[in-house]
C-alpha cells in the first residue's frame, strides 16, 4: 500500500523526531507529548498536502474507473458496444483495442484517433509488459494497466472533475492536542509477515518491523505498525467506526522511532483510506490487534457525498 506523504511530509516528520527529546519521550510514561509551537501551522501544512495529494492528476479523487481485461483483444472507447466502455463524450466510440495474450497487454490504436505516451502519438504499443506500466493519454483521461495477481485491467482517470477541483477535505474532528500522544516501539525479534485482508476479500503478506504501544487515559494499548518510506504505517479502527470515521477504519503515518525506541503517535493525522470516498479501490483492513475498543476522537471522518465501499 503505498502512502499520501511527500519529501515535505517526511521532513517534517524528521524535525517532529528531533524534538521528541524536548517532549520527554526518553521517560518511561506514556501518555500526551507536548506539541512543538508551530504545531497548529504543521496541522495545516499537512491537510494542505493532502488535499493536493488527493485532487493529483492520476490520484483517487479522480480514478474514474477500472475495466478489467479478458484474455485476447477487448474493444474500447465511449460506445456502448465497446468490451470496455469508457466515460461517454471523452474518447471517440471506437478507439482501439487492449490485447492480453501471455500476462502481456497491448494497445493498439484506432485510425485517427490520437493517444499519446509522454506526450508522442502511439499507434500501437506494449503497455504491461510484467514489469512497466507506462502512461497513456487522450485529452482529459489517463490510463495504465492495474494488476491483481493474474487479473489486469485499465486503471482510468478522467482529470475533467469539477467535484475534484472544489474538494477542500473530509470533515474532521477539531484539532485536541491531547491526542498527540508519547509512544514505544517494541521490536520484533524475527521477521515477522502478517496476513491482511482487503475490502475485496483478499489475503495480503506484509512485513511488521514491530508494534507501537501508547496510553489513552491510563490504559495502554499496542498496535501492529507496517513499513512505509516516510515513516510506521499504521491502520486502526476504533469506536468511532460505527457512527462518525469511516467503518472499515483509519489509516496514519507516525515518525520512525529515535534511538531509544520512542516516537510520536498523532492520532490528529489519522486520514482516510481511498476505499472510504471511492470504489475503485483494495484497501487493506486493520489487523485485529490494531482494532481498538476507544473512541478516537481525532482526525478525519467519515466522508461526506463521496461514493466508497
Not at 492520476?58 to 477487448?74: F, K, M, S
Request: aromatic share 12%.
Amino acid at each position: 500500500m503505498k502512502t499520501n506523504f511527500n519529501n515535505r511530509a517526511l521532513v517534517g516528520y524528521i524535525l517532529l523526531l528531533a524534538g521528541l527529546s524536548i517532549y520527554g519521550c526518553n521517560s518511561d510514561e506514556l501518555g500526551m507529548a507536548p506539541v512543538p509551537d508551530d504545531y497548529v501551522e504543521q496541522i495545516s501544512e499537512w491537510k494542505e498536502y493532502r488535499i493536493g495529494v488527493l485532487t493529483g492528476p492520476t490520484n483517487w479523487l479522480r480514478l474514474d474507473g477500472i475495466y478489467w481485461l479478458d484474455v485476447g483483444e477487448n474493444t474500447f472507447g465511449s460506445g456502448e458496444d465497446r468490451d470496455l466502455a469508457f466515460p461517454q463524450g471523452t474518447i471517440p466510440e471506437h478507439a482501439g483495442t487492449f490485447v492480453l495474450a501471455d500476462e502481456i497487454v497491448t494497445m493498439r490504436v484506432a485510425e485517427g484517433v490520437i493517444i499519446t505516451h509522454e506526450g508522442e502519438p502511439v499507434e500501437e504499443m506494449v503497455i504491461y509488459d510484467g514489469e512497466n506500466r507506462p502512461h497513456l493519454e487522450h485529452n482529459d483521461l489517463e490510463w495504465f494497466v492495474d494488476s491483481r495477481g493474474n487479473t489486469h485491467g485499465i486503471r482510468l482517470y478522467n482529470k475533467d472533475n469539477p467535484k475534484a477541483d472544489a474538494f477542500e477535505g473530509f470533515p474532521a474532528y477539531a484539532l485536541d492536542p491531547a491526542w498527540h500522544l508519547k509512544a514505544t516501539f517494541v521490536p520484533n525479534t524475527d521477521s515477522l509477515s502478517v496476513t491482511v485482508d482487503n475490502v475485496i476479500g483478499e489475503e495480503v503478506e506484509r512485513f511488521s518491523p514491530g508494534n507501537i504501544e501508547f496510553s489513552i487515559d491510563g490504559s495502554r494499548y499496542s498496535v501492529i505498525a507496517f513499513e512505509a518510506n516516510s515513516g510506521l504505517f499504521i491502520m486502526f479502527a476504533d469506536e468511532t467506526n460505527r457512527t462518525e470515521t469511516y467503518h472499515a477504519g483509519r489509516y496514519m503515518i507516525i515518525p520512525f522511532p529515535n534511538d531509544e525506541g520512542y516516537t510520536i503517535i498523532d492520532f490528529n493525522r489519522a486520514y482516510n483510506p481511498p476505499c472510504a470516498f471511492n470504489r475503485f479501490t483494495t484497501c487493506q483492513l486493520p489487523p485485529p490487534q490494531n482494532r481498538l475498543r476507544v473512541a478516537i476522537e481525532a482526525g478525519e471522518k467519515r466522508p461526506v457525498n463521496w461514493e466508497g465501499i
